[in-house]
């Protein structure tokens, strides 16, 4: 989309110009209060960011993310209730815009492509979060795929 001429010097910006002046909301997803905690706290610092709400299973995932409207959702893939993949298919069957960015313990192969297969953006493994988390939400929130 181009930017228009409303009059001479003033111009309404496309939306990707428009994009990063606008805040990413965040839903937070993990069944351990610790890691949620961590993530919470990491995120909300970034310049931009907002996390609006945090849930500890899939169940809980799907209701939050229907009623805050996240743009991202950084969700555990094994959680009670519900798992993340199956949450995962939810949410983007109840809300196709908001990205999905799977953060797990499971540096698999198979388990990317069926957290893909789900809906997810992104999959990042705990164990290179440091690394690449930022990155990830960063590339997810743009609607880029992002996987380690």
């Not at 606008?22 to 949620?36: C, G, Q």
């Not at 609006?52 to 555990?76: I, N, W, Y």
């Not at 959680?79 to 797990?104: F, H, S």
């Not at 990830?136 to 609607?143: D, K, L, T, Y």
């Amino acid at each position: 989309m181009e930017a228009r001429a409303l009059q001479p010097g003033v111009r309404i910006a496309s939306f990707p110009e428009l994009r990063k002046f606008m805040s990413i909301r965040i839903l937070v997803v993990d069944d351990h209060p610790v890691v949620r905690h961590g993530l919470k706290s990491l995120l909300g610092d970034h310049p931009g960011w907002e996390v609006v709400g945090e849930a500890a299973d899939g169940v809980e995932a799907v209701d939050k993310a229907g009623r805050l409207s996240p743009d991202v959702v950084v969700l555990d893939v094994t959680m009670p209730r519900m798992n993340g993949l199956e949450a995962c298919r939810r949410i983007r069957k109840n809300d196709p815009q908001c990205e999905i960015l799977v953060i797990t313990q499971y540096d698999s192969p198979q388990m990317m492509v069926e957290a893909l297969a789900c809906g997810a953006r992104g999959y990042v493994v705990k164990s290179n979060a440091a690394r690449d988390l930022l990155s990830a939400i960063e590339a997810v929130s743009q609607h880029r795929n992002f996987v380690h």
